[in-house]
């Protein structure tokens, strides 16, 4: 499975902005997707997940109640809106597809990922 990932840009706090993120080759409708980001200086992390279905999302704490995620599977495509962004969210945004997600009370791990997409850059200014 190929990813690619678009939607990112520059944009104020408080704004919002949509990333999609396109699989090709075998079909991706079958594996749970997600979203990681990594800041400046700082360790990827995990942001946003679903599963195949899009029966099921999962967020970090971070991003809960401004972040949407949400799949097309007829069109391959997962997609993440962001509302009332802060100059915090500003990283590049990996999509992911495959692995396992683990829900422990309300810590949700999103790990053993079998794609990983190139990320697309996300600048909030203050």
């Known amino acids: 499975v190929q990813l690619q990932a678009s939607g990112g840009g520059l944009v104020q706090a408080g704004g919002s902005l949509r990333l999609s993120c396109v699989g090709s080759g075998r079909t991706s409708s079958t594996y749970a997707m997600g979203w990681f980001r990594q800041a400046p200086g700082k360790e990827r992390e995990f942001a946003a997940a679903?599963?195949?279905?899009?029966?099921?999302?999962y967020y970090a704490d971070s991003v809960k109640g401004r972040f949407t995620i949400s799949r097309d599977n007829a069109k391959n495509t997962v997609f993440l809106q962001m509302n009332s962004l802060k100059p915090e969210d500003t990283a590049v945004y990996y999509c992911?597809?495959?692995?396992?997600?683990?829900?422990?009370?309300?810590?949700?791990?999103?790990?053993?990922?079998?794609?990983w997409g190139r990320g697309t850059q996300v600048t909030v200014s203050s």
């Open positions: 679903i599963n195949w279905s899009g029966g099921s999302t």
């Open positions: 992911a597809a495959g692995g396992r997600i683990l829900v422990n009370g309300n810590v949700v791990q999103y790990y053993d990922i079998d794609f």
